[in-house]
């Protein structure tokens, strides 16, 4: 196993690495590197803007492989208040692209005297045992620490920390280190047994209040089920100061086998 989710080839090409391999099945990658990996992309592109990003959203447009990928970013709506930019991956040698990740940044302003959270911060107890499934598979499960907790008023709560880094030894930040595990939230808020349905995200929607802080990171996690195949899994996302914002995940639900 190596240390960090990519390794740099090149200014816009990255290899993945076996931290990057899904639970799901070990030739795809799971979601949080590839949102990572773009949130990074976006983040650079926003240097010196003055602008921070307030939504983030990842839609998986394909398998992700394990593989050499590239990234190429763009600014379909500039602005000095609002922009909205984009960013997605492909494999080396492929113009079709498997992810994207789209993002609206905004100028911040001074709102300390009525700022509020919609939820208490959430404090970290000794974790409980986790579900049987999942939590011992090879490849992204072991680049994260999670800590189960209690339930919550019906959800699944973990607290998380990332073991890796995101491109070699390269720094993060901390919304990169969140990106690194909010996609997990799918897992977390599981209301199926995997090995009876498949409940796979087509994307991941985060919206931020405020941007994080820290190392470690928590999803209080619930999943809905409809009749006729579809799902969705919403979450609150905590940091060590306190509620930061929400996520959601439209997911596939189909029997195994």
């Given at each position: 196993?190596?240390?960090?989710y990519?390794r740099?080839?090149?200014?816009y090409?990255?290899?993945s690495t076996d931290f990057?391999?899904?639970?799901?099945?070990?030739?795809?990658?799971?979601?949080?590197?590839?949102?990572?990996?773009?949130?990074r992309?976006?983040e650079?592109?926003l240097?010196?803007?003055g602008?921070?990003?307030g939504?983030?959203?990842?839609?998986?447009?394909?398998?992700?492989?394990?593989?050499?990928?590239?990234?190429?970013t763009?600014v379909?709506?500039?602005?000095?208040r609002?922009a909205l930019?984009?960013?997605?991956l492909a494999a080396?040698?492929d113009?079709r692209p498997v992810?994207?990740?789209t993002?609206?940044?905004?100028a911040p302003?001074?709102?300390?005297?009525v700022?509020t959270?919609r939820?208490p911060?959430?404090?970290?107890?000794?974790?409980t045992?986790a579900p049987?499934f999942?939590?011992?598979a090879?490849?992204?499960?072991?680049?994260?620490d999670?800590?189960?907790q209690p339930?919550?008023?019906?959800?699944?709560?973990?607290?998380?920390?990332?073991?890796a880094?995101?491109i070699?030894?390269e720094p993060?930040?901390a919304?990169?280190?969140l990106?690194?595990?909010?996609d997990?939230a799918n897992?977390?808020?599981?209301v199926?047994?995997?090995?009876t349905?498949?409940f796979m995200?087509?994307?991941?929607v985060?919206h931020l209040h405020r941007?994080p802080t820290?190392?470690d990171?928590?999803?209080?996690a619930?999943?809905?089920?409809g009749?006729?195949g579809?799902g969705v899994t919403?979450?609150e996302v905590?940091?060590?100061?306190?509620?930061?914002g929400?996520?959601?995940?439209t997911?596939?639900?189909?029997?195994?086998?």
């Open positions: 196993m190596t240390d960090c990519y740099r080839l090149g200014k090409e990255y290899a990057t391999r899904s639970n799901w099945t070990p030739e795809i990658q799971h979601g949080s590197p590839p949102l990572a990996l773009l949130t992309a976006i650079d592109e240097a010196g803007s602008l921070r990003i939504r983030l959203t990842l839609d998986i447009l394909g398998a992700i492989p394990v593989a050499p990928l590239h990234v190429q763009r379909p709506r500039p602005g000095k609002i930019l984009t960013s997605e080396v040698g113009t992810a994207r990740v993002a609206w940044a905004l302003s001074d709102t300390a005297a700022a959270d939820y911060p959430l404090v970290e107890v000794p974790p045992p049987a999942w939590w011992d090879p490849g992204y499960l072991e680049s994260v999670f800590r189960n339930d919550d008023a019906g959800a699944r709560v973990v607290w998380m920390t990332p073991r880094g995101l070699d030894d993060t930040t919304l990169q280190r990106t690194m595990v909010v997990s897992g977390v808020g599981a199926l047994d995997p090995s349905f498949a995200n087509t994307d991941t985060l941007l820290g190392q990171f928590a999803v209080r619930r999943a809905s089920i009749p006729d579809l919403t979450a905590f940091d060590r100061d306190g509620f930061i929400t996520s959601a995940q997911l596939l639900v189909q029997p195994v086998g």
